[in-house]
């Protein structure tokens, strides 16, 4: 089974900390995603990457960075948190293959005060 | 205008009864569909999937796609209790990045 695992299920950081969020795969797949998940808006995607040290913005990036130094392992990175990036952070990988799925981690419930 | 669109709900069925979801869709270059589960306080996972127009069934679950009317549903037989979730659907172009809705959030009253 493939497993996509998050560091952590729940978080609490104070107004402009510097926050990492981690996220390993043990599927090799090619391509790794962050999406925030908020009541109403759905899944958003921040960033993704097709590659180790590659990645692409996605619809949300602002505040936001990334990380990819090994293929297994996608790291989310939030420069000064605030208020506004309290939200459902969700990981997901999947091969490269044209149209295929996307496997998810658990979720981090990010929480900032 | 979102690229997909899904009604939110949220929906409380009873127990056994039928489900449709739908999801509409307004980019034509969409070809493969998916529908994904979550439950409460958990990451999404692949219920179905579908490649262009047509019809998948998978157990009391039946995915449908209309291509020509940018519109996509699931149905749900004989609902059960542990149907209840939050259902989302996805949907891609070929690229690898999905594009999703909002999601329904369901509730099977026993």
């Known amino acids: 089974d493939v497993k996509v695992t998050q560091s952590s299920r729940y978080l609490v950081k104070r107004t402009g900390e510097k926050v990492f969020l981690e996220c390993v795969q043990d599927?090799?797949?090619?391509?790794m995603f962050w999406y925030r998940q908020d009541p109403g808006l759905g899944l958003r995607l921040i960033y993704f990457?097709?590659?180790?040290?590659?990645?692409e913005k996605g619809d949300i990036p602002e505040g936001y960075s990334v990380s990819r130094e090994k293929k297994e392992r996608f790291s989310l990175i939030l420069e000064s948190a605030s208020t506004n990036q309290t939200s459902m952070y969700l990981c997901?990988?999947?091969?490269?293959?044209?149209?295929?799925?996307?496997?998810f981690g658990q979720g981090t419930r990010l929480t900032v005060v | 205008q979102k690229e997909v669109e899904q009604d939110p709900g949220p929906l409380s069925v009873p127990e056994g009864a039928i489900v449709s979801l739908n999801c509409t869709y307004s980019?034509?270059?969409?070809?493969?569909f998916m529908w994904y589960r979550q439950y409460s306080r958990k990451g999404p996972e692949l219920l179905m999937y579908?490649?262009?127009?047509g019809n998948k069934e998978d157990g009391r679950f039946t995915a449908q796609v209309d291509k020509s009317s940018k519109y996509i549903s699931l149905f749900i037989r004989d609902s059960q209790p542990s149907d209840s979730a939050t259902y989302l659907c996805?949907?891609?172009?070929?690229?690898?990045?999905?594009?999703f809705g909002q999601g329904t959030r369901l509730t099977i009253n026993p």
């Open positions: 997901a990988s999947s091969w490269t293959n044209v149209g295929t799925e996307a496997f």
């Open positions: 579908t490649y262009s127009s």
């Open positions: 996805a949907m891609s172009w070929g690229a690898q990045k999905l594009v």
């Open positions: 980019n034509s270059a969409f070809q493969y």
């Open positions: 599927m090799d797949h090619e391509n």
């Open positions: 990457s097709y590659d180790v040290k590659m990645k």
